[in-house]
């Protein structure tokens, strides 16, 4: 985001101060955080000016909107997180030493996912819980997968989890009529590039899903537009070829199942 929109979005902006800008002005994320508590997230990839701008807020407990003649007192609370190594940019002057210590008023370290082993599989089992009822799946992880996830250092940390779980689930709970597809176990080699082997988490079972039977017709054909999706790396002419479908046909059929298309996936 440019700089002067960060400027406008946190202090706001008075009446024209620039062209386009909104009739009356507008209040800035400080002002409507006044009482309350503001979340600055990756404040390390802050603008290096911008950080003098938010210190002297921080410092004088007032803002000025952009384009405005007076200061406003506020009274915000303000949470700060990063990943960055913010001592490092200090010396390499990418990061404001005055604006760290204003902000280094009390610091809660977060560790990795990777020193967390019992939080690492009570996040796995929850997120496989959740998976296998939105995508219709009977997943189960075997305790060597297990060992598996707390021997993966989780460079991503939950959001790899997380995508590594849903992606397991799909290829268990979207697999053709007899074809048996385990734990994506390769994602869980130990050094980057490497593949693991996979030990295979248990099989669901190839009987379709009891229920009505447009229900099932509904699912399978959810399940073949993906699959063709997925061996045909998205490709969707290849895709619909494959399926014998028109254009029209194809795309409608997308959009009754809530599939991207653009990426096969569920829209959000």
Not at 63 to 85: C, F, M, S, W, Y
Not at 134 to 152: D, F, N, P
Not at 169 to 183: F, M, N, T
Request: charged share 25%; glycine share 10%; proline share 5%.
């Amino acid at each position: 985001m440019p700089e002067n929109l960060i400027e406008s979005e946190l202090f706001g902006y008075a009446d024209g101060s620039f062209t386009g800008a909104k009739k009356g002005g507008r209040a800035g994320k400080l002002q409507l955080a006044d009482g309350g508590t503001l979340f600055l997230d990756e404040v390390g990839d802050m603008p290096y000016s911008m950080q003098g701008k938010l210190l002297r807020f921080l410092q004088q407990g007032e803002i000025e909107r952009l384009g405005g003649d007076h200061a406003k007192p506020l009274d915000v609370r303000v949470i700060a997180a990063t990943n960055q190594p913010l001592e490092e940019m200090i010396l390499r002057r990418q990061f404001r030493r005055d604006f760290y210590y204003r902000l280094n008023v009390f610091t809660i370290t977060i560790p990795p996912l990777r020193e967390r082993g019992h939080d690492l599989l009570l996040l796995a089992k929850h997120f496989l819980a959740a998976f296998n009822a939105r995508y219709g799946g009977s997943l189960e992880m075997t305790a060597g997968v297990y060992r598996k996830l707390t021997a993966y250092p989780w460079p991503g940390n939950v959001r790899e989890l997380k995508n590594y779980v849903e992606r397991s689930v799909i290829l268990s709970a979207w697999a053709d009529i007899g074809q048996a597809v385990g734990v994506d176990a390769a994602a869980l080699s130990t050094e980057p590039g490497e593949g693991g082997d996979a030990e295979a988490a248990t099989q669901p079972d190839n009987d379709p899903p009891a229920g009505p039977l447009d229900r099932s017709l509904h699912l399978y054909e959810r399940r073949l537009l993906l699959a063709a999706l997925r061996r045909n790396r998205n490709n969707r002419t290849a895709a619909m070829r494959e399926l014998g479908m028109s254009r029209r046909t194809f795309y409608r059929k997308l959009a009754d199942h809530c599939i991207d298309d653009k990426n096969g996936t569920d829209v959000p």
